[in-house]
């Protein structure tokens, strides 16, 4: 499966696109009018712990590479990381992420 990077769902919901790819909470609050869209059809993955450690890992990786990241990205690629799914998404960012870690990620 697949996770949507916010700016690919928002395109999406304009375009009034039925979703059948995952979210993750950090999408949710950064545009809350996704849970009340009627043709979003799989899953919202929420924080774990786990995902706060490696999200922890990774952007200390990104500053001693001088690449340091804003946190909703940081965690979105660890949620991806920690359930193995591919980030579909706009931001060439994420990138310098999978660079430095297990990031499978698709820019479009």
Same mark, same amino acid.
């Given at each position: 499966?697949?996770?949507?990077?916010?700016?690919?769902?928002?395109?999406?919901?304009?375009?009034?696109?039925?979703?059948?790819?995952?979210?993750?909470?950090?999408?949710?609050?950064?545009?809350?009018?996704? *849970? /009340?869209? @009627?043709?979003?059809?799989?899953?919202?993955?929420?924080? #774990?712990? =786990?995902?706060?450690? $490696?999200? *922890? /890992?990774? @952007?200390?990786?990104?500053?001693?590479?001088?690449?340091? #990241?804003? =946190?909703?990205?940081? $965690?979105?690629?660890?949620?991806?990381?920690?359930?193995?799914?591919?980030?579909?998404? #706009?931001?060439?960012?994420?990138?310098?992420?999978?660079?430095?870690?297990?990031?499978?990620?698709?820019?479009?």
């Amino acid at each position: 499966m697949s996770v949507l990077d916010t700016s690919v769902l928002i395109d999406k919901i304009k375009r009034n696109e039925e979703i059948h790819e995952n979210i993750t909470e950090i999408s949710v609050l950064e545009y809350p009018p996704i *849970l /009340k869209y @009627q043709k979003f059809y799989d899953r919202i993955y929420y924080l #774990k712990r =786990l995902d706060l450690n $490696l999200a *922890l /890992k990774i @952007q200390i990786k990104l500053r001693k590479a001088g690449t340091p #990241k804003p =946190l909703p990205d940081v $965690l979105i690629a660890s949620i991806c990381i920690n359930r193995n799914e591919e980030l579909i998404t #706009k931001d060439k960012d994420f990138l310098d992420i999978a660079k430095i870690s297990n990031l499978k990620v698709r820019i479009i």
